[in-house]
């Protein structure tokens, strides 16, 4: 329950500049607070609670900051209010979507890119769920701590990836006593060996002697005794109850009531929201539905490690970095399947009123790392399932999964030059299409998807992927499988069976959506690439893909021993390109005001 909004700070947005029919925006930042009772069936699952401090009424506390931006005039807006989960503190949809850059503030009209939620009319909403995103980000969260609360943990830093370098290791959790393990393995599956370290202070940790550097791209872990874990999970009951308390108090923040609730989540963000459905957040405390409608990007069959005691809600699973770590849970499609590892039978979604209409898309790199597969296949990869009609799966194929506008192509840390490709115009379209969809009742486009019964969809070692000089494809896809103990792992005994979209003779995914980049190549386009030295050369690279362009003209082509038709014998482009985009347009999957920026 809410029990207090507190205003911070109050601003016209980017100098009062107007967004056509939707007007003026306004800047509202401020901090919500709330109270959860313990024993209320809408919380028992959260993790600690029960565990922490009370006030007098039995309650536990907690406070979120938000950021909420809203028409100025809020007649001009679309009565919608649309919530997307923050990304490690950051607010990832003027970035990604929109092509503004990274970052929570804005100083230009121009910084907010093409301003496609801002010209839609709706209201946009950020809240605090992450305990530990840090504060300079404007969206912390406060949760009770539970004060001398210990438990051996494991934590796992990489020095070169996802965090740049590191000269010392922050460690998650206070540790409790200095009887920590340090150890270090060149790749996955290479054996550990013994790394000579002290204690900075009792959240960092120095290698020895003093002045070594991580190496690069090896996987660092620490085993220790952690203390005062926060109570994590309150984030879930957090968004639920600030989300909640807007649908029926609107008007009070928002300036009108708010017709219907929209939540979009990018990566990380996109595992929170399936876990918010999983976990039963979806409902609020009295029972009704808090998102109508869910549109998650590059989210896999991902979860969040959060809603646990010493929780890692910033881990993602793939094949080199963070593949021990809890984010893997059946079930794992929005369809009932069995798991043939459990026997238990279930589905992403409860079943009831309190479902939303869901959109999920993904890009080939959640295939070769996440087990996108499983989203829309039983556990054991043999057949293809039936949706229900309240849920939509899109494959984009010849992304990755960090693709965005002036997403870099250079070679990174990787064999073969990264991926440019954008997928955010059929993303664009696609929450267009769940907005229609939630307030008009307009079914959204059919999913579009890779499958098992055509062929599309196949086992990693059946790519086929062709003969080109410099890139092999890997044989297999990241590994799906229960994980009993996150501390210390084992082998597991069973594993699901994820597969991996087909690919034409160029190397180029034949299913799921076609941009016209795709549909009429230049190139190959891949969800995947190869590290290379100083990384562990020969690893199939964390999240980057590749992009190996044609060949000008024949003779080069057959210089360089290349399989692919370079554009010299090629079809001409620009007809093709066109046809491409109308088809995209037409189908629901493109805007029209993007099929003009693809040609």
């Known amino acids: 329950m809410i029990t207090g909004i507190e205003i911070r700070a109050r601003s016209p947005l980017v100098g009062g500049a107007e967004f056509g029919a939707s007007g003026a925006y306004e800047r509202i930042e401020g901090t919500a607070s709330g109270t959860l009772d313990p024993l209320h069936p809408g919380n028992r699952g959260i993790a600690l609670l029960d565990q922490a401090p009370r006030d007098a009424a039995g309650m536990v506390s907690y406070r979120s900051d938000f950021i909420l931006l809203r028409p100025a005039d809020p007649v001009r807006g679309n009565g919608r209010l649309l919530h997307e989960v923050n990304n490690r503190g950051r607010i990832m949809m003027i970035h990604n979507l929109c092509g503004g850059p990274a970052g929570n503030a804005w100083t230009s009209a121009e910084q907010l890119g093409n301003a496609l939620p801002f010209r839609l009319g709706f209201s946009l909403l950020w809240t605090g769920w992450d305990a530990g995103a840090p504060k300079a980000t404007g969206l912390g969260l406060e949760t009770p701590l539970i004060a001398g609360m210990t438990q051996r943990i494991r934590d796992e830093f ?3 990836t996802r965090l740049g370098i590191h000269e010392t290791f922050r460690l998650s959790h206070e ?3 200095t009887d920590a393990v340090v150890t270090v ?3 996955q599956k290479a054996a550990r060996r013994p790394v000579a370290f002290d204690f900075i202070d009792n959240r960092t940790i120095r290698l020895l002697p003093e002045g070594t550097k991580p190496e690069i791209g090896s996987i660092y872990e620490v085993r220790y005794t952690a203390t005062n874990p926060r109570v994590q999970g309150v984030g879930f009951a957090a968004t639920r109850d600030i989300v909640s308390h807007l649908r029926r108090h609107g008007a009070d923040l928002v300036g009108r009531p708010v017709t219907h609730t929209l939540a979009f989540g990018i990566s990380q963000a996109g595992r929170y929201l399936r876990d918010h ?5 979806n409902a609020d405390e009295d029972g009704a539905r808090v998102f109508d409608g ?6 896999g069959v991902g979860r969040v490690f959060h809603n646990t005691p010493f929780a890692q809600p910033f881990r993602t699973r793939t094949w080199h970095e963070d593949h021990d770590f809890p984010e893997i849970e059946f079930p794992f499609s929005a369809a009932v399947t069995t798991d043939p590892i459990t026997g238990q039978t279930g589905a992403l979604l409860r079943g009831d009123a309190t479902d939303p209409r869901l959109i999920e898309t993904n890009t080939p790199t959640e295939y070769w790392q996440k087990g996108a597969s499983l989203l829309h296949t039983d556990p054991s990869g043999r057949h293809d399932v039936a949706l229900p009609d309240n849920v939509r799966g899109f494959l984009i ?13 250079d070679h990174g840390p990787c064999v073969a030059p990264r991926n440019p490709h954008d997928p955010s115009p059929a993303i664009r379209a696609l929450l267009v299409a769940l907005d229609e969809w939630v307030a008009f009742d307009r079914p959204p486009p059919d999913s579009r998807l890779p499958r098992i019964d055509n062929g599309t969809l196949v086992p990693a070692d059946r790519l086929g992927f062709p003969a080109i000089p410099g890139l092999t494809a890997p044989t297999s896809a990241n590994v799906v ?3 009993p103990d996150w501390t210390d792992p084992a082998e597991p005994a069973a594993v699901y069976t994820p597969l991996v979209p087909a690919v034409d003779a160029d190397g180029n995914e034949t299913s799921g959506i076609l941009l016209p980049d795709i549909a009429v190549p230049r190139g190959t386009y891949t969800g995947w690439n190869i590290y290379k030295a100083p990384y562990p050369a020969g690893e199939l690279a964390d999240r980057d893909g590749s992009f190996l362009a044609f060949a000008a003209t024949r003779a080069e082509r057959e210089a360089a021993g290349d399989p692919r038709p370079s ?5 001409p482009v620009g007809p093709r390109r066109r046809d491409a985009a109308a088809a995209l347009v037409s189908a629901r999957l493109l805007l029209a005001e993007d099929a003009v920026r693809e040609l």
Do not use: K, N, W
């Open 185 to 187: 393995r060149r790749t």
């Open 294 to 299: 869910i549109l998650t990007h590059v989210a």
């Open 481 to 483: 499988a229960p994980l």
């Open 397 to 409: 194929a010849g992304t990755q999964h960090g693709g965005r506008p002036g997403s870099p192509s």
């Open 567 to 571: 554009m010299q014998e090629r079809a």
């Open 175 to 177: 540790a409790a006593e």
């Open 158 to 160: 990489v020095s070169g």
């Open 277 to 281: 459905i999983a976990q039963g957040f």
